[in-house]
């Protein structure tokens, strides 16, 4: 897991993003990732749209880290909002205005 931590900051997005697939992906242990939203959760912010998204796909279920994935619902990419979206459908559906800014066109 320290090689997956220490890729999360590989100038290279495309490694950058597999590792948060991999460090945080779906199917590994979900208290595996709460332990790694730290490290996570700040490629939330990643100026690469790709590593966004992998992120949201790594840590959006985890409470801690559901009001920066929240952020991203105004993202300027339409695939980042949509898995921020979909990450925490209930935030999602409670947020008035949510479907105005998933749409493209930002």
Known sequence: MEAYLAMLQDPNEEIRAVAARVAGGPFGDP????????????????PSPLVRAAAVDAVGHVAEAVPAV????????????????WAVPAVAAAVPGVIELLKDGK
């Open 31 to 46: 208290r595996q990732r709460e332990q790694l939203a730290p490290q996570l959760t700040p490629l939330l912010r990643d």
């Open 70 to 85: 929240v952020e991203l619902f105004g993202d300027k990419n339409a695939e980042v909002r949509a898995r921020a979206a």
